[in-house]
Protein backbone atom coordinates (compact mmCIF):
# COMPACT_ATOMS: atom_id res chain seq x y z
CA UNK A 1 0.00 0.00 0.00
CA UNK A 2 3.04 2.55 0.69
CA UNK A 3 4.14 2.15 -2.79
CA UNK A 4 1.26 2.66 -4.03
CA UNK A 5 0.66 5.96 -2.23
CA UNK A 6 4.10 7.04 -3.12
CA UNK A 7 3.69 6.72 -6.94
CA UNK A 8 -0.38 8.36 -7.01
CA UNK A 9 1.87 10.65 -5.09
CA UNK A 10 4.52 11.49 -7.61
CA UNK A 11 1.79 10.76 -10.65
CA UNK A 12 -0.53 13.64 -8.77
CA UNK A 13 1.91 16.58 -9.43
CA UNK A 14 1.17 17.79 -13.66
CA UNK A 15 4.59 18.58 -14.44
CA UNK A 16 5.70 14.59 -12.88
CA UNK A 17 2.82 13.31 -14.65
CA UNK A 18 3.75 14.77 -18.52
CA UNK A 19 7.43 13.31 -17.31
CA UNK A 20 6.47 9.98 -16.86
CA UNK A 21 4.39 10.01 -20.11
CA UNK A 22 6.93 11.06 -22.12
CA UNK A 23 9.76 8.41 -20.73
CA UNK A 24 6.93 5.78 -21.48
CA UNK A 25 6.83 7.13 -24.91
CA UNK A 26 10.49 7.70 -25.23
CA UNK A 27 12.49 5.85 -22.75
CA UNK A 28 16.02 5.73 -21.79
CA UNK A 29 16.25 9.95 -22.58
CA UNK A 30 18.67 11.61 -20.67
CA UNK A 31 18.37 14.98 -18.09
CA UNK A 32 19.18 17.15 -20.93
CA UNK A 33 16.48 15.68 -23.37
CA UNK A 34 13.78 15.49 -20.55
CA UNK A 35 14.37 19.21 -19.80
CA UNK A 36 14.36 20.37 -23.31
CA UNK A 37 10.70 18.67 -23.69
CA UNK A 38 8.97 19.87 -20.90
CA UNK A 39 11.19 23.56 -22.23
CA UNK A 40 8.92 26.05 -18.72
CA UNK A 41 10.64 23.65 -16.22
CA UNK A 42 13.99 24.76 -14.56
CA UNK A 43 16.73 22.62 -14.28
CA UNK A 44 16.44 22.57 -10.61
CA UNK A 45 13.11 21.96 -10.73
CA UNK A 46 13.44 19.01 -12.78
CA UNK A 47 16.07 17.76 -11.04
CA UNK A 48 13.10 17.43 -8.28
CA UNK A 49 10.73 16.04 -10.34
CA UNK A 50 12.99 13.49 -10.98
CA UNK A 51 14.21 12.48 -7.74
CA UNK A 52 10.36 11.65 -7.05
CA UNK A 53 9.37 9.91 -10.18
CA UNK A 54 12.86 7.64 -9.02
CA UNK A 55 11.79 7.37 -5.05
CA UNK A 56 8.35 6.48 -5.90
CA UNK A 57 10.12 3.34 -7.76
CA UNK A 58 8.34 4.67 -10.65
CA UNK A 59 11.23 5.40 -13.03
CA UNK A 60 14.53 4.26 -13.12
CA UNK A 61 18.04 5.97 -13.40
CA UNK A 62 20.81 4.50 -15.35
CA UNK A 63 24.54 6.22 -15.65
CA UNK A 64 25.98 6.47 -18.59
CA UNK A 65 29.68 8.17 -18.78
CA UNK A 66 28.74 11.57 -17.05
CA UNK A 67 25.04 11.29 -18.21
CA UNK A 68 22.29 10.08 -16.55
CA UNK A 69 19.36 8.42 -18.43
CA UNK A 70 15.61 7.92 -17.28
CA UNK A 71 13.09 5.29 -17.70
CA UNK A 72 9.61 3.59 -16.78
CA UNK A 73 10.20 0.62 -14.76
CA UNK A 74 7.25 -1.07 -16.62
CA UNK A 75 7.01 -3.79 -13.79
CA UNK A 76 6.03 -0.61 -11.41
CA UNK A 77 3.86 1.04 -14.25
CA UNK A 78 1.60 -2.28 -15.06
CA UNK A 79 0.56 -2.28 -11.46
CA UNK A 80 -0.35 0.99 -10.28
CA UNK A 81 -0.82 2.83 -13.78
CA UNK A 82 -0.87 0.94 -16.50
CA UNK A 83 -2.52 4.11 -18.51
CA UNK A 84 1.30 4.82 -19.03
CA UNK A 85 1.69 2.02 -21.21
CA UNK A 86 -1.38 2.50 -23.29
Known amino acids: MEKAVKVYK ?3 EP ?3 KIALMLAKESNQCF ?3 GERLETVA ?3 LSHHLK ?3 ESG ?3 SRKNGSFIHYSVNEEM ?3 FA ?3 LG
Open 10 to 12: ALG
Open 43 to 45: GST
Open 52 to 54: QLT
Open 32 to 34: TAI
Open 77 to 79: AKK
Open 15 to 17: TRL
Open 82 to 84: PYL
Open 58 to 60: LIH
